[in-house]
């Protein structure tokens, strides 16, 4: 079973011109991206025409949620603000449309909360009961949400994020019982190497009980650079995903801090794919 490799293009933002890291991204074999979901920052038709010319495809939109947001506020879902949350839906519905546009197929969305309800600090620990109430509340804003992606042809995936992160949806079972509440066959999971290091008891085992659930994958070590420069057992990955016949895409998202990012990078691809390789 295959995959095709993807990479998201948040990871060179700011770093140098578009057209440069689409060439070495070609030049490594990369023929896929993730797009940064910022609608109102993107020029389409010029992104369309550079993807156009080095002959890139596009596997989705990366939410941009919580710190990475250009206004945390409108971004957040589970809040009592109305105002909040509408803007929140609006957001998603701006990434979807951009992501049919570019030819994506996916869109995560991660939770996060307005301070009145919950702190996102630190080690904030929400027990379960307290986060299933908190969820409950996104259960219809959620299936409308994936009716709206459905008529875009757009997989809709909730993202857990580790603790560090928000306390609100943190590992695979809160995910699940999402995905399960709403009960809409646009929305899936999406699962994190970097988070699931985190918070999940084995990768391997979360990878497989997620099963068809599973719509999308993001990959990086534990210290956020690309596959094999810290200690995750990306064996355990690949089985996992062979295991349950993944044939959707797998996105890295690496932290890249410098121009000089090209020989980490193949070394992280051939990583991954040596596994992919050694596990057929």
Not at 215 to 244: C, E, Q, T, W, Y
Request: charged share 20%; aromatic share 8%; proline share 3%.
């Amino acid at each position: 079973m295959s995959w095709i490799h993807s990479i998201t293009l948040s990871s060179f933002m700011n770093l140098e011109p578009i057209q440069v890291t689409l060439e070495n991204l070609k030049n490594h074999g990369i023929n896929t991206v993730e797009v940064y979901g910022e609608p109102d920052l993107i020029d389409v038709k010029n992104l369309m025409q550079q993807f156009d010319s080095f002959s890139i495809d596009v596997s989705g939109i990366t939410g941009m949620w919580g710190l990475s947001s250009a206004n945390n506020k409108s971004r957040n879902l589970v809040t009592a603000d109305n105002n909040s949350r509408t803007a929140a839906q609006n957001y998603v519905k701006n990434c979807v449309a951009l992501c049919h546009q570019l030819g994506g197929k996916t869109f995560n969305i991660c939770l996060f909360s307005d301070k009145p309800l919950i702190s996102d600090g630190n080690h904030r620990f929400l027990p379960v009961d307290k986060k299933r109430k908190l969820i409950s509340s996104l259960v219809h804003p959620f299936r409308e949400l994936a009716e709206y992606a459905s008529d875009y042809d757009i997989n809709l995936v909730i993202e857990p994020l580790n603790r560090y992160s928000t306390p609100i949806c943190t590992n695979s079972e809160d995910a699940k019982y999402i995905v399960n509440q709403v009960n809409h066959e646009n929305l899936g999971i999406m699962l994190d190497t970097f988070h699931m290091n985190i918070e999940e008891d084995s990768i391997y085992d979360t990878i497989v009980a997620s099963s068809s659930l599973l719509k999308h994958v993001h990959v990086s070590d534990n210290n956020r650079k690309m596959p094999g420069f810290a200690h995750i057992d990306f064996d355990a990955v690949v089985r996992g995903l062979k295991k349950i016949k993944y044939s959707k895409y797998i996105t890295f998202e690496p932290t890249i801090e410098s121009t000089d990012y090209e020989i980490d990078l193949k070394a992280g691809l051939e990583h991954f794919t040596s596994l992919s390789i050694l596990r057929n």
